[in-house]
């Protein structure tokens, strides 16, 4: 049983448009959530995180913003750029010292 | 520079052949993890460890073991290997300090088992 899902398994999305990223937990008990961004043949990198007690986090041109209540959250990237295409996983942990849980991935693909 | 490694980056091996991939951090980190990543599956993590001598089954440790005698290395036991461990595995860490830490992820290891 996913605990966190990434219901699309691909994303198209013109360059200069804006990227929309969804995650939706079912664990009430997640604290902290994250974005990593993964290119072929490397390992994942961090992205954005968010806490719990906040709705929205902004780093440049991303920004993540948490719906608790639906337990759903999304990263936004505006405007999207070409570097972008790439997976990008959703995580979820019950607290700092636990377990990450990843969702299954995003492709992005950003169209010249 | 801040890393973390894994050796080796691609390994074939036969089914019952014991392997071990190494992990290595230079950051001081508390917590490390193994995952592997499958098509369709993303990415989940087999064993993590708070701190040395502190190690926890993730989602699918079956088929693994994990040690933490120091605090950079991580190393991912396969006792005897199987096909359906055929996979891309990732090691990463992270300090335990603070909220929303970040992990960092290692390059990968690409494993085949015959």
């Known amino acids: 049983d996913q605990q966190v899902k990434q219901n699309s398994p691909s994303l198209s999305v013109q360059e200069g448009r804006i990227s929309i990223l969804n995650c939706d937990y079912t664990n009430s008990m997640f604290d902290y959530f994250l974005w990593y961004k993964k290119y072929p043949a490397e390992g994942p990198t961090f992205l954005i995180s968010?806490?719990?007690?906040?709705d929205k986090n902004e780093d440049g041109r991303f920004t993540v913003f948490l719906n608790k209540s639906a337990k759903h959250l999304s990263l936004h990237i505006v405007p999207s750029q070409p570097g972008d295409s790439a997976v990008y996983f959703c995580?979820?942990?019950?607290?700092?010292?636990?377990?990450?849980?990843f969702g299954k991935g995003t492709r992005l693909h950003i169209l010249p | 520079e801040a890393q973390v490694t894994q050796n080796p980056r691609y390994l074939i091996t036969v089914t019952g052949k014991k392997l071990t991939v190494t992990c290595s951090q230079n950051m001081n980190h508390e917590y490390m993890s193994w995952y592997r990543q499958d098509p369709g599956l993303g990415l989940r993590q087999i064993y993590y460890?708070?701190?040395?001598?502190?190690?926890d089954k993730g989602d699918v440790p079956e088929g693994y073991k994990v040690s933490r005698k120091e605090k950079r290395n991580f190393p991912l036991i396969l006792e005897s290997p199987s096909p359906n461990q055929t996979s891309l595995y990732f090691c990463?860490?992270?300090?335990?300090?603070?909220?929303?830490?970040?992990?960092?992820f290692g390059p990968g290891t690409r494993l085949l088992v015959l």
């Open positions: 995580a979820a942990r019950p607290n700092r010292d636990d377990k990450i849980i």
């Open positions: 968010i806490s719990s007690i906040k």
């Open positions: 460890s708070m701190n040395v001598e502190v190690t």
């Open positions: 990463a860490s992270s300090p335990l300090t603070g909220g929303g830490e970040t992990q960092y």
